[in-house]
């Protein structure tokens, strides 16, 4: 159980297009998921949390009108990089908690998006 | 702000011997989780361990166990009996209580399992 997928796994795109991430719970609800942007050999950084039905919270530094986060039903989230440059190519996590289970604590991670902009 | 710091970019060992991996954080709080999670080549994150801050007991998950050092804010993995798919990245993270499950990671350690 607990499983959450990210499509695509892969995108390639060419800079000033717009690019959509999606994050989904596979067998549970998640009223919240969170974005994370990870550099070659680097550490995962927050970038916003999402909570169903509201707006997202973005982490100082991040441009939310450039990272656009929709969290429309407890099992979607979905990440838009609007008007992708080469400098937003990265890998993209998305984690999210699951709601019947009360574990504030616990956070099960998607299996990342690679993100290349030419 | 918390910080989780990483003082080892990289460790190896030898299969089946044991190695400890230190991270050490930096916080106000006093209650709070810790984890250790794995990133393998696959990069799909996999939590390995949790501790909660109010519990004095050391986790531990088969092979995998912490020194938890709340007054030395310091958050010790040790592996024992080290096996090839242990090679991953190794991540540090902090979480603090009713922070919206909010997490901080530390950099990173690459263990490498050598055979």
């Known amino acids: 159980g607990a499983v959450v997928s990210q499509h695509p796994s892969r995108v390639i795109c060419k800079s000033g297009t717009s690019v959509k991430i999606e994050c989904r719970s596979l067998?549970?609800?998640?009223?919240?998921m969170f974005w994370y942007r990870q550099f070659p050999k680097k550490s995962l950084m927050l970038m916003a949390t999402?909570?169903?039905?509201?707006?997202?919270?973005?982490e100082q530094g991040v441009e939310k009108d450039k990272f656009l986060i929709n969290h429309a039903s407890l099992t979607l989230s979905t990440l838009t990089v609007t008007s992708a440059h080469p400098e937003d190519s990265s890998f993209y996590i998305c984690?999210?908690?699951?709601?019947?289970?009360?574990?504030?604590?616990?956070?099960?991670f998607g299996p990342g998006t690679r993100l290349t902009v030419l | 702000a918390q910080t989780v710091t990483q003082s080892q970019p990289e460790m190896s060992v030898q299969e089946a011997e044991t190695v400890t991996l230190s991270c050490t954080y930096d916080?106000?709080?006093?209650?709070?989780?810790l984890f250790w999670y794995k990133q393998p080549p696959s990069r799909q994150m996999i939590l390995v361990i949790r501790?909660?801050?109010?519990?004095?007991q050391n986790a531990t998950e088969n092979r995998f166990s912490v020194n938890f050092q709340k007054a030395a804010k310091s958050f010790s993995l040790k592996i024992s009996d080290s096996q090839l798919g242990d090679t991953a990245m190794y991540f540090c993270?902090?979480?603090?209580?009713?922070?919206?499950?909010?997490?901080?990671f530390g950099e990173g350690t690459q263990l490498t399992v050598n055979p």
């Open positions: 993270a902090f979480m603090k209580r009713g922070s919206g499950s909010r997490l901080t």
């Open positions: 984690s999210a908690r699951d709601r019947a289970s009360g574990r504030v604590d616990t956070q099960y």
């Open positions: 916080t106000s709080e006093n209650n709070y989780y």
């Open positions: 501790q909660e801050a109010y519990k004095q």
């Open positions: 067998d549970f609800q998640a009223t919240t």
């Open positions: 999402s909570n169903e039905g509201s707006k997202a919270t973005y």
